[in-house]
């Protein structure tokens, strides 16, 4: 029986590790959201690091009523060594210990909120694609959304809208069946489930300060884990200015309200760097080297996007998509061969249409 299959015939232990740093207004909140999952993990625990307030006792009052085991250890990092990504990786590492060699490994952060399916649905991915690594989506909590300013929803649902087509083109010309679209574009660590097996071929979450999450991911790809971006899996998280860890989210947030930054997000690339990217990675497949698809940071930060020229990038995208569509076009000895600038020719384009009447996806 493969893999695969096992987890249609059986569950396996779930286990979340969650690190934790002066937590007290959210933890409570955090465990009671996975008190009520429809499908509850086995243990959760609390990696309570550098914790000054009240944190231990808040979650310590629900440890007899929680109808999972729940494991708290309590622990202080030298000021040097003291961030997010230390705390993550040795929450997970700590939970790894105890776990059976067919886990599943969960994480996610202090200050979310878990919608009542994530472990289920997140189970029922792993049972439908073959993957090794599930990455959820982390939404802002509805009462806390209202904090952040309307014109950064739009900013964010712009970018999103972007990258949604760039994902659409790369799915196109780059199947992946166990990570098809609809599929999402974040790596963060509010969500994100791996097997034990892949966990240790990996070493574990990589040893970063910050970024730990998309590093993670990264690595995972560089092994030849696969992974699935599952819209489905979501976590709800707080919208708060002043974080934990440096250059976190609320980091972001707090700069952004202040001045909106000039750039969009790193992750998002022109759409002629993208097919570039498709085609090396297809050249490389055939000669059967390693698969140099994967988002590089190195070669994003020397072709930044400005935000006010985001609409122009997105016509462009939206016009190489269309035009993939209407081909119904795969990897060709055309498109290999051909200068990719020919695929990005500006087209016109209403300028009030929607981002999303434009795409295949709800919202």
């Known amino acids: 029986m493969s893999e695969h299959n096992h987890f249609i015939t059986s569950r396996r232990q779930v286990i979340i590790a969650i690190p934790v740093c002066n937590e007290e207004e959210h933890i409570i909140p955090c465990l009671l959201a996975l008190a009520r999952q429809s499908t509850l993990p086995d243990k959760v625990v609390l990696w309570i690091n550098n914790t000054t307030d009240q944190t231990y006792g808040q979650a310590h009052s629900l440890i007899n009523v929680l109808p999972f085991e729940l494991e708290m250890v309590r622990i202080v990092y030298p000021e040097t060594l003291a961030s997010a990504g230390s705390a993550r990786r040795d929450a997970m590492a700590f939970a790894a210990q105890g776990a059976s060699p067919d886990a599943l490994l969960f994480t996610t952060d202090a200050d979310s909120e878990a919608a009542e399916d994530w472990v289920n649905r997140t189970l029922d991915v792993f049972a439908r694609y073959p993957v090794e690594a599930v990455f959820g989506r982390a939404l802002l909590l509805p009462s806390e959304a209202r904090k952040i300013p309307f014109h950064l929803h739009e900013d964010e649902r712009a970018e999103q809208a972007y990258g949604a087509l760039l994902e659409q083109i790369t799915l196109l010309l780059h199947p992946e069946p166990h990570d098809p ?30 970024g730990e999450d ?26 708060r200015l002043t974080g934990r860890a440096k250059g976190g989210m609320a980091e972001t947030l707090a700069r952004r309200v202040l001045a909106q930054d000039e750039y969009i997000d790193e992750i998002f690339e022109p759409v002629s760097r993208r097919l570039l990217r498709i085609r090396r990675g297809s ?6 080297l390693a698969n140099t698809l994967e988002y590089s940071a190195t070669d994003a930060n020397s072709v930044r996007i400005p935000r006010n020229e985001l609409p122009k990038h997105f016509a462009r995208a939206q ?5 993939l569509r209407q081909t119904k076009r795969s990897f060709t000895d055309d498109f290999l061969q051909k200068p990719t600038c020919q695929f990005d020719t500006p087209h016109f384009v ?9 795409l295949d996806m709800p919202g």
């Open 350 to 358: 209403r300028p009030d249409q929607a981002a999303s009447d434009v």
């Open 283 to 288: 050249l490389y497949n055939h000669l059967n």
């Open 181 to 210: 679209w609809p599929r999402h574009l974040e790596h963060s660590g509010a969500s994100i489930a791996v097997t034990h097996q892949a966990w240790r071929k990996v070493g574990g979450i990589p040893c970063v300060p910050t």
């Open 214 to 239: 998309r590093q993670f991911y990264q690595a995972l790809r560089r092994h030849g884990v696969p992974v699935r971006h599952a819209p489905e899996v979501i976590v709800y998280v707080s919208a």
């Open 319 to 323: 016009r190489v998509l269309d035009y």
